[in-house]
Nanobody, 123 residues
């Protein structure tokens, strides 16, 4: 059974930084691509970033390119989202997802989800 446990997040002023973590457990989870998504109040969940199983390939939504960095640490089976230059529009509940495959899949293909963590950016 795949389990994703998130940590990090919180409140910060615009221009600040936060780091999210997502620890995965379960069979073969270290071979799965992982992603980060977010859902703002009244909006649908949207893709933010993804990383393949080896960490060699990444993908980002345009609005976070150059500000957010996704990475993974194999020994800890943990994926991180470093968020810099945060903006009020980044305010949302952030979710990590596990794809069940090694490559970065279609954005609607993630199978397993973390519990979500709130990120609030004030102006």
């Amino acid at each position: 059974q795949v389990q994703l446990v998130q940590s990090g997040g919180g409140s910060v002023q615009a221009g600040g930084s936060l780091r999210l973590s997502c620890a995965a457990s379960g069979r073969d989870t270290n071979t799965y691509a992982m992603g980060w998504f977010r859902q703002a109040p009244g909006k649908e969940r949207e893709f933010v970033a993804a990383i393949n199983w080896s960490g060699e390939r990444t993908d980002y939504i345009g609005s976070v390119k150059g500000r957010f960095t996704i990475s993974r640490e194999g020994a800890r089976n943990t994926v991180y989202l470093q968020m810099n230059s945060l903006k009020p529009d980044d305010t949302a509940v952030y979710y990590c997802g596990s794809s069940g495959v090694s490559y970065i899949p279609a954005r609607d293909s993630y199978l397993y989800w973390g519990q979500g963590t709130q990120v609030t950016v004030s102006s």
